[in-house]
């Protein structure tokens, strides 16, 4: 978003946090939104879309927003401790994953050393079109053993920004370089035993520049419609988790009535 989108996305968020707006009430109309918050229709409704997609405000009626009534859990446990950590040693290390045996101590159990595996950061990007449709890999991996349908991505270089990681990647793999990505969740895929940040990002539109640059990672390359994505979930058909976050992230926000997209 640029930075007058930024200024009403923090807005929005303050007015909220502050209860100006309490839970269960509606916002302004969009009318009312764009004068007294000095900005057009088209980047007001990027902004409560991504609002949307935090759960922040619900879209409510055809074209209104309210705050969400929130749950029972409004706290977490202030009186839970976090586990010691003292220590850790390498087991093994090479240019693709680290072991290491880190030396734990929970509350109230004795020490003890924890397996750990330590691989890459990694970005993955579904892109949109506006056919409802998502660019897609049907690929085979050897690990599984299996053929699947996966969403472009990969490992983010040393340096390197995620979300040109992800452009990166969508380019090289598919031959189709993304009009704009949005960054949407970081999450980790196994996070009691091994640690691989992966950032998900979500666009819309796509411009054909030529055939995949890397072979390797490369497979048949098509435009998949949402439409038939559960029906790929039933059949396990979806291979790795971020195909799975990426594209449950962009079913639920159809289904909640916001686009899944925001340019940026």
Do not use: C
């Not at 007001?44 to 055809?62: D, F, M, P, S, W």
């Amino acid at each position: 978003m640029g930075p007058k989108s930024e200024r009403v996305y923090r807005t929005i968020r303050e007015w909220i946090a502050a209860g100006k707006y309490s839970p269960g009430s509606k916002l302004p109309s969009e009318r009312t939104l764009t004068e007294e918050l000095d900005i057009g229709r088209t980047a007001l409704r990027q902004v409560l879309a991504k609002l949307v997609n935090e759960r922040v405000i619900e879209v409510h009626g055809r074209s209104s927003y309210r705050v969400p009534n929130r749950s029972a859990i409004t706290e977490v446990p202030g009186d839970l401790e976090p586990w010691q950590i003292h220590g850790e040693r390498t087991v093994y290390d090479n240019r693709w994953v680290k072991l290491s045996l880190v030396d734990v101590e929970p509350p109230g159990v004795e020490r003890f050393e924890h397996h750990v595996v330590r691989l890459h950061h990694v970005a993955i990007a579904a892109v949109l079109d506006d056919q409802e449709r998502v660019l897609m890999l049907w690929r085979y991996r050897f690990v599984v053993d299996s053929f699947g349908w996966e969403l472009p991505g990969g490992i983010v270089d040393e340096g390197e920004d995620p979300a040109q990681a992800a452009l990166r990647e969508v380019e090289e793999e598919t031959g189709w370089r993304p009009d704009s990505l949005e960054h949407v969740v970081t999450y980790q895929p196994m996070v009691g035993m091994v640690d691989s940040p992966h950032e998900i990002y979500v666009g819309r539109g796509a411009k054909h520049i030529g055939d995949p640059t890397d072979v390797e990672e490369s497979g048949h390359v098509a435009w998949v419609p949402l439409a038939d994505i559960p029906g790929l979930m039933e059949r396990g058909e979806l291979l790795g988790s971020g195909t799975l976050v990426a594209l449950l992230h962009v079913l639920a926000s159809r289904t909640a009535g916001a686009s899944p997209t925001t340019a940026v």
